[in-house]
């Protein structure tokens, strides 16, 4: 079992920064990737970010440039760094944590682009 906590979210103006830290504890050795997915009422939750063991990153097009991934194995801990934001960023940003059998999820936390 993995569990992931979340943090950082929160209400920013249109062209502002944010960062998103989730923490794992559990089965850590058992961990491939991880990353940050993102969800909004009435839409399908979108994948955002995600790095693999090893550092390689995917983005979505429509993050690339603005938000960086990061990864801190001795602590366990992927960052989402999220620069320029605009108000089509505001989601529900989950975390997860893939392993062989299984995804783990975090509770999520809100992110608002709004001024």
């Known amino acids: 079992q993995v569990q992931l906590v979340e943090s950082g979210g929160g209400l920013v103006q249109p062209g502002g920064s944010l960062r998103l830290s989730c923490a794992a504890s559990?089965?850590?050795?058992?961990?491939?990737?991880m990353g940050w997915y993102r969800q909004t009422p009435g839409k399908q939750r979108e994948l955002v970010a995600d790095i693999t063991r090893g550092g390689s990153i995917l983005y979505s097009d429509s993050v690339k440039g603005r938000f960086t991934i990061s990864r801190d194995y001795g602590q366990n801990t992927v960052y989402l760094q999220m620069s320029t934001l605009k108000p089509e960023d505001t989601a529900v940003y989950y975390c997860?944590?893939?392993?062989?059998?299984?995804?783990?999820w975090g509770q999520g936390t809100q992110v608002t682009v709004s001024s």
């Open positions: 559990g089965s850590i050795s058992s961990i491939s990737n």
């Open positions: 997860y944590a893939q392993t062989s059998m299984h995804a783990f």
